[in-house]
């Protein structure tokens, strides 16, 4: 006998129907990103890698897919009103495209110290940009607050959304449909919709698989709210994942993440430049910093080496050619 | 009526069956690589533009696709005594894994200035590799008559030979079945094998279209082929395309470059390395200098824009890391 749901968590978990269902609106939207291998690679990880290559999707990285999925959903009124939201980038492209693609205008707030060329990005695809006094993802909630009050916008949160999580679960449902024999899934995170993506789609795709968690050591922020029980704030220092710096683990997300037990491990800026280098020489795909966490989790054995196929996935590749070029010559 | 066939060239032309022969085999062996579009890369060439990523090929080029159809039909007995190539890289690393699939052993000419993840890659399958004393892509061609010479190898031609043309054209097969809208090909060329290969495959497709093939400024040796009316070795400067060093185009391929009408165009070395950067950064793969001639063409208005889609043929993604840093550091 199930007892009425009642806490916000229960309530909007995404099930199983909304992940089939943003996949099939997403087929013809979004590139099914190829998963690629390299003997190279295994050889380095001391075991076999597949890597799902969202850096070659629309948009440079998977956040497309939430953006989409979430867009398509809202109330048609809803649109009208312009969508909104905050992002370091890659949600803001997301976004910016889902605007572009559904004929609704679109506001990004995204803080100062954000790559350029996720910025140009937005730009280019017609949406505008707020930048001014925005120093860090907390400070860009806040101004994000201050111009849905303005403006009437609706707000499109970059992570912590069912309807979000569900299009991210494409991402891993897509995956273990062209690699049925992953056993163990590598996952960047930090507002977490990538990790609660994932936990869905195993779900959806009716597969038990190990599923760890990879955040920068310097925000741990995801490993900390585990410890505290609840989504917890974090003062960090910058790392060079710039994608990984959510202020906190979304409510919805971090329930899923506690719920399924998963690990989280925490990697250095120094392991991430290696797999950032390591991943553009042996697969020649340009992953971002915040894509290669995963690899980096392997590279420092913050996970151990497993018997069966462990994928990656390769979140994005908006990468500034300055620290494309540090990555690609660092010692290594 | 038709008069007996005496040429050599029209004797060892490859048919559309051989290429279809060639896609069957190939199947389960390479990977069918993505075929990539972004708006970006679109804007900065001023037409549509789509990009078959080689790169992501295994061993990191197209080549490995003409040095296992070429080494599957050989006689069991030449492959067993030990299959031998010369090669800047790629066409050394598609034989050393052919060799590595099919059981054969490989040795392979390099030039001592080759990339050093070209000569790793190779010993990683197996192969050995001869490097000593080798200044150049013409000295290296001359060792390896003497080791043929020597230990009796059956020597397997980088280009010039009908089978290594046959399987290059499947990526342009491959191409045309995944953008059958695609109205130009622009195709990396020194030795002329791929650059064949395409004129094979629109033949095999049933298709016209305009096929342009590009050199680097410094090695024109298509263009000078051309002019004189037969194959014809150039003294060249060092080209940061160290994959389209060929000391002369191949026979077979010169004489179907010639029958077809192509035209030749070259580019400057301050384009290719501005290609590689918008590559990497636009469309998120890595790619070796030889594989953004093509773009840089288009950039350096080498070759007009075009109403149509073109498409890039990205050869190759075997770069170091040090050019690479360089190309996506250069000021563009």
Redesign the interface.
């Known amino acids: 006998m199930r007892k009425a749901v009642t806490s916000v968590d229960m309530v909007s978990r995404p099930r199983p129907g909304d992940v089939l269902g943003a996949q099939d609106y997403l087929r013809d939207m979004v590139?099914r990103t190829?998963a690629?291998r390299s003997?190279?690679l295994d050889?380095l990880a001391g075991c076999r890698l597949v890597a799902k290559a969202e850096?070659?999707q629309r948009t440079?990285s998977f956040k497309v897919r939430g953006a989409l999925n979430c867009a398509r959903l809202l109330p048609p009124e809803a649109r009208a009103r312009g969508l909104l939201t905050v992002s370091a980038g890659n949600a803001a492209l997301g976004l910016a495209y889902a605007g572009h693609v559904l004929g609704a205008g679109v506001t990004v707030v995204m803080p100062q110290d954000a790559v350029p060329?996720k910025v140009e990005?937005v730009r280019?695809l017609g949406g505008a940009v707020v930048q001014d006094g925005v120093t860090d993802a907390a400070g860009a909630f806040r101004r994000a607050a201050q111009l849905q009050e303005q403006h009437g916008y609706t707000f499109v949160h970059p992570f912590d959304d069912p309807r979000v999580v569900a299009g991210a679960a494409t991402a891993t449902l897509e995956l273990l449909e062209q690699e049925p024999e992953v056993e163990r899934l590598v996952v960047p995170c930090s507002g977490g919709g990538l990790l609660a993506g994932a936990i869905l789609a195993a779900e959806t795709a009716g597969r038990t698989i190990e599923i760890v968690g990879v955040q920068p050591d310097l925000v741990p922020t995801i490993v900390r709210s585990l410890e505290a029980g609840e989504p917890t704030e974090l003062d960090h220092p910058p790392t060079i994942a710039d994608g990984l710096t959510a202020p906190r683990p979304g409510r919805l997300n971090f329930g899923m993440i506690r719920s399924a037990d998963i690990q989280i491990v925490t990697v250095s800026e120094a392991a991430i430049r290696a797999a950032v280098?390591e991943i553009?020489?042996a697969?020649?795909?340009?992953?971002e910093p915040s894509a290669a966490v995963g690899l980096a989790a392997i590279m420092e054995q913050r996970i151990g080496v497993a018997d069966g196929a462990t994928a990656l996935l390769l979140s994005g590749?908006n990468i500034s050619?300055?620290v494309?070029?540090e990555c690609?010559?660092a010692a290594g």
């Open positions: 590139v190829p690629l003997m190279a050889e850096c070659l440079g060329a990005g280019a280098r553009v020489l697969l020649k795909v340009v992953v590749g050619p300055a494309l070029a690609v010559t």
